[in-house]
């Protein structure tokens, strides 16, 4: 709904802003009500009830034309061109998983996907098919585009719908990275290659590195749990191992469980 300008740091692109009832939903609702379709939209969101605050957010509408819900992206990237924190903060809105009429649906935003957690909340909240909307270019990300959601997908039991956009965005104004790179007015070439995983390993052929596409896959939502059953994976997780070790963990005085060669640091006799 509006340039990525995300790695600029001027806020007159906050003007993009609107509520989650804002005008682009309410476009996109006659739209899915017309077509039977369940949309998820992707806007910059203002939380006019507390204070304006920003947010980037995937708004679910259903195929009835209503609001079903909402999700905030839960991973700021800190990366390079990307200084997002400067428009909006991590999400609050937890692993929400949305019960459509065409599935269980999730949205892992964009830079979400390199965290394995991110993907396994929704899997535990019962996602079927999880959608990983993404504004990403060639020399970030590319390499690890393809291995990614397919992981995801073979480790909790779901479909993934990778999407992302393709062209270059020009800004009238150059911008640095904080690198020591000159300063430039684009943010490098949107790769697209938007694609299907399926929780059995296959998926589906991409689409273009360079034009905009559209990709329409069937998906027997039976295979979750057939794929469940097979492998058993939520049986044989130790949650409870996890647990105790991350709780461990987010603790000031936590220490790694390392056990050293008591013979590591002495001399050979």
């Not at 020399?139 to 397919?150: D, F, K, T």
């Not at 069937?218 to 057939?226: A, E, G, I, V, Y």
């Amino acid at each position: 709904m509006m340039p990525f300008a995300f790695c600029t740091r001027e806020k007159g692109w906050c003007e993009f802003a609107e509520p989650v009832d804002g005008e682009s939903t309410r476009f996109l609702q006659d739209l899915a009500l017309r077509f039977n379709m369940v949309i998820v939209s992707s806007i910059l969101e203002r939380d006019v009830n507390h204070g304006e605050t920003l947010w980037n957010t995937a708004v679910v509408i259903g195929n009835n034309g209503n609001i079903i819900g909402k999700h905030r992206k839960n991973h700021i990237p800190r990366v390079g061109d990307f200084n997002e924190s400067t428009y909006y903060m991590e999400g609050n809105t937890g692993h929400p998983v949305f019960e459509t009429a065409f599935g269980k649906i999730a949205i892992n935003i964009c830079y979400g996907r390199h965290h394995p957690l991110n993907w396994l909340a929704f899997g535990l909240n019962g996602a079927e098919i999880v959608f990983n909307p993404s504004a990403t270019v060639g020399e970030l990300s590319e390499p690890m585009w393809p291995i990614e959601a397919r992981n995801a997908a073979i480790a909790n039991s779901y479909f993934v719908g990778s999407i992302n956009r393709v062209g270059t965005e020009i800004f009238p104004n150059p911008f640095t990275s904080g690198d020591g790179r000159p300063q430039h007015t684009d943010f490098g070439h949107f790769y697209g290659s938007s694609h299907f995983s399926a929780p059995d390993a296959s998926c589906t052929p991409s689409l273009s590195r360079f034009r905009d596409g559209l990709l329409i896959s069937d998906m027997d939502l039976n295979l979750c749990r057939q794929l469940k059953d097979k492998w058993g994976f939520r049986m044989t997780a130790r949650y409870e191992l996890y647990a105790e070790m991350l709780a461990r963990y987010l603790k000031p005085e936590f220490e790694p469980q390392v056990i050293s060669d008591p013979l590591l640091n002495k001399k050979a006799s």
